[in-house]
């Protein structure tokens, strides 16, 4: 075999590794850095994330590789499901659409903003990147889908 003939396998098999490479990780699934809550697994955020929209206004649905959660856009909008209570039982809270949302100010910062059903088990956490405008709307959609889970208590402060 001459030195064209070895040159050009090495070149075909390295265009074959690289494409292999390329296709795994077009078909791989993306975390988008999202966590599974505690919880997480549960049947009531299996529930609530079979139930969340494929789109949530221009973003469409990307899940992640997490249980519990799903992503729209590129991370633009996160929703978490399970044991999530790091927010103060004194937090004032919101009900948009019969649900009671509580700001958890340690997770929003630099435009982006999280929100934690209150009294709901499971809980939903929803976080939302400064790419989106209208963040009411969004809690708003999300509101119709946390409905769904147990309501065990009612916030007591309202903001």
Same mark, same amino acid.
Request: glycine content about 12%; charged content about 20%; aromatic content about 2%.
């Given at each position: 075999m001459g030195?064209? $003939?070895?040159?050009?396998?090495?070149?075909?098999?390295?265009?074959?590794v690289c494409a292999a490479a390329l296709a795994a990780c077009g078909t791989s699934s993306r975390s988008y850095n999202? $966590?599974?809550? #505690?919880?997480?697994?549960?049947?009531? /955020?299996?529930?609530?994330?079979?139930? =969340? #929209?494929? @789109?949530?206004g221009a973003h469409k649905r990307n899940d992640s590789d997490q249980k519990g959660t799903a992503v729209w856009g590129d991370g633009d909008v996160i929703l978490r499901c399970g044991n999530i209570s790091d927010v #103060?039982? $004194?937090?004032? /809270?919101?009900s948009v %659409?019969? *649900?009671d949302w *509580?700001?958890? =100010?340690? @997770?929003?910062?630099?435009?982006? @903003?999280?929100?934690? $059903?209150?009294?709901?088990? #499971? =809980?939903?956490e929803v976080t939302?990147?400064?790419?989106?405008?209208? %963040?009411?709307?969004?809690i708003g959609e999300m509101s119709g889908i946390v409905s769904g889970l147990a309501k065990q208590k009612a916030c007591a402060k309202r903001g």
């Amino acid at each position: 075999m001459g030195t064209t $003939s070895v040159r050009q396998l090495l070149q075909a098999g390295a265009i074959t590794v690289c494409a292999a490479a390329l296709a795994a990780c077009g078909t791989s699934s993306r975390s988008y850095n999202v $966590s599974a809550a #505690p919880g997480g697994d549960s049947a009531g /955020c299996s529930g609530l994330v079979s139930s =969340a #929209p494929q @789109k949530l206004g221009a973003h469409k649905r990307n899940d992640s590789d997490q249980k519990g959660t799903a992503v729209w856009g590129d991370g633009d909008v996160i929703l978490r499901c399970g044991n999530i209570s790091d927010v #103060p039982e $004194s937090a004032a /809270c919101t009900s948009v %659409k019969g *649900v009671d949302w *509580v700001v958890n =100010a340690k @997770k929003t910062h630099d435009g982006t @903003k999280t929100v934690l $059903s209150y009294g709901r088990s #499971p =809980a939903a956490e929803v976080t939302m990147s400064e790419r989106i405008r209208d %963040k009411d709307a969004v809690i708003g959609e999300m509101s119709g889908i946390v409905s769904g889970l147990a309501k065990q208590k009612a916030c007591a402060k309202r903001g």
